[in-house]
């Protein structure tokens, strides 16, 4: 890739897809307990993760392919503003 913006896009890309699967991992063990509610709240959470994931992979492959018009602080507001709590 040879672009260290790209590759820190997807450092925190792969951050944002970790905590997804993490949430979802503790979802499904409130679920088994019987906590619907939680266990819905936390899904929905990792579905932003996982989101924020896709949009930062994409925006780091647009960097690669076109370093000049990227910004990417869209995203690293949303990154950094939409953390899971654990």
């Known amino acids: 890739m040879g672009s260290r913006e790209g590759l820190s896009l997807r450092e925190r890309a792969l951050e944002a897809l970790e905590k997804s699967t993490k949430t979802l991992e503790v ?3 409130l679920l088994k ?3 619907q509610a939680e266990a819905d ?3 929905d959470e990792a579905r932003k993760q996982r ?3 896709t949009l930062l992979m994409a925006e780091a492959n647009r ?3 076109n370093p000049k018009i990227v910004s990417s602080q869209h995203y ?3 990154s950094k503003s939409s953390q899971v709590r654990g």
Do not use: D, M, P, V
Request: hydrophobic share 30%.
């Open 27 to 29: 979802a499904f063990g």
């Open 33 to 35: 307990q019987g906590n």
């Open 51 to 53: 989101t924020i994931s």
């Open 63 to 65: 960097e690669e392919t």
């Open 41 to 43: 709240r936390l899904r």
């Open 76 to 78: 690293t507001h949303i």
